[in-house]
């Protein structure tokens, strides 16, 4: 048996890019005729992601943003991966805290891209020449997929870890916050870690009530438990026929969430590419980043991303005195989109 070890520790988005390179690595290493073990390093916020995906072996969890989160937890870790010697080592990651797993992991074959950024290829034994960061995420990590496996790769296919307790729980709680069951919904994510990503609370109530009226819809608004009271303010203003799932959705719960709404309109996100990949069309607003890279996939779902075009766009800058990369979005075409995803 071949023991293979993927690191790729976060963010959400990032993890679900990595999912069609774990189905090629699956069928790669079968098609060999070897019988592989495929263990998958993950941070606990994204580990949600994964957990019972039928395509792992083993989920390792540890502590986010690094080691002095629970430093005996990680040396333990550590010394377990030392133990496991894994054939393959695979990091998507590429960075230096993704290194250190690599390192530590004491892996026979360490494979990376040889332009990785923080020096992290330096524990890596096997380099693919640099990357170019303009092809899609899914696309590059394919690529270490191929690689590892020594042959091509089908066409990326996601397949997320599908729980009938999660859509069990998600009806209930649809139902419990006045959503008769059955009833057709779409999805609202207004939020994102970098305040240049966000567009305006104002301008995502207007498109709301707007795809309310058009449709007859109701509109879920979800976002993480921190989020959650700025989204009251929202529901409220959007009417009753608007919800607030804020912090009441687990990874696993936000995958079912999706996959049956209509569609969903989105920042750049996790929600974003969770809703993409469960096969839910996604209205993309982007500004600072780049839907090139890490946009909606597949780019031939059905899915619509905004963006002004900016010659400053995209900037990948965190903070700007001012973002008319997003503020110049407008609820109109906003709205087209939305009727053109039905």
């Known amino acids: 048996m071949i023991k293979v070890l993927i690191i790729k520790l976060s963010s959400i988005g990032d993890v679900v890019h990595t999912l069609p390179a774990l189905a090629a690595l699956r069928r790669g290493f079968e098609r060999n005729g070897q019988k592989a073990r495929i263990d998958w390093l993950v941070e606990e ?12 072996d083993n989920v390792i969890v540890v502590k986010n943003r690094g080691w002095a989160k629970d430093i005996k937890k990680n040396i333990k870790t550590a010394r377990w991966l030392s133990r496991e010697r894994y054939d ?12 250190v797993w690599v390192l530590v992991s004491r892996g026979k074959r360490r494979i990376g891209f040889s332009n990785a950024r923080e020096c992290s290829s330096i524990f890596l034994n096997e380099k693919l020449p640099p990357y170019d960061p303009e092809r899609h995420a899914v696309d ?14 089908e066409k990326p296919v996601f397949h997320m870890a599908e ?9 209930g709680k649809l139902k419990a916050l006045g959503i008769p069951e059955g009833s057709p919904y779409f999805i609202v994510c207004p939020s994102a870690r970098w305040a240049t990503k966000l567009w305006s609370d104002s301008s995502f109530v207007q498109l709301a009530r707007t795809a309310i009226g058009s449709t007859g819809m109701y ?30 959705t ?7 969430l999706s996959k049956g709404a209509r569609f969903a309109v989105t920042v750049d996100s996790g929600p974003m590419h969770v809703a993409a990949a469960v096969g839910t069309r996604v209205v993309a607003l982007f500004g600072p980043t780049s839907p090139t890279r890490t946009g909606p996939y597949p780019c031939e779902g059905g899915h ?21 990369c997003m503020s110049g979005i407008t609820v109109d075409e906003v709205m087209k989109a939305v009727n053109g995803c039905l």
């Open 88 to 99: 393959v080592v695979i990091d998507f990651q590429g960075l230096a805290k993704s290194a």
């Open 250 to 256: 687990g990874l696993a719960e936000l995958a079912a």
């Open 45 to 56: 916020a994204a580990s949600g992601i994964l957990r019972g995906h039928p395509m792992l």
């Open 163 to 171: 729980s009938g307790d999660a859509l069990t729980t998600v009806k």
């Open 304 to 324: 619509i991303v905004i963006r002004r075009g900016l010659a400053c766009s995209p900037c990948f800058r965190r903070t700007c005195a001012d973002p008319v």
């Open 219 to 248: 509109a879920v608004l979800v976002g993480g438990a921190s989020d959650r009271p700025r989204l009251e303010r929202m529901q409220r203003d959007i009417g009753d026929k608007a919800v607030n799932m804020a912090g009441a």
């Open 140 to 153: 590059r990590y394919m690529d270490l997929a191929r690689y590892a496996t020594g042959g091509d790769v």
